[in-house]
């Protein structure tokens, strides 16, 4: 093989990691925005799941869920928080890959 021949395989070589690398540039930019977006969504629902705690607080307190037909809004509330923290969960599960 001549040397002109092995320095063509080198160039072409080294311009595939160039693209390779380029591709890898975009994609680990791409992904940290997709993960500033999850971290922004995860506090947004983080602040909604503590709004809500509170006002399911100050409803017990206020004794409005312990009558008769308040059982109802019990578990409605109840079935609201456990979907807010699944989706927290979610959350912190893309971001952990």
Avoid at 7 to 24: P, V
Avoid at 38 to 49: D, H, M, V
């Amino acid at each position: 093989m001549e040397h002109n021949d092995i320095l063509a395989r080198i160039e072409e070589k080294i311009n595939r990691l160039g693209e390779a690398k380029k591709d890898l540039e975009n994609q680990t930019i791409r992904l940290k925005d997709e993960c500033d977006a999850l971290y922004r969504i995860n506090k947004e629902l983080q602040a909604q799941i503590e709004e809500l705690s509170e006002k399911n607080s100050e409803l017990q307190n206020t004794g409005a869920l312990h009558n008769h037909s308040g059982e109802d809004l019990k578990m409605v509330t109840r079935q609201r928080i456990n979907e807010l923290v699944k989706e927290v969960d979610e959350c912190i599960a893309l971001l952990n890959k």
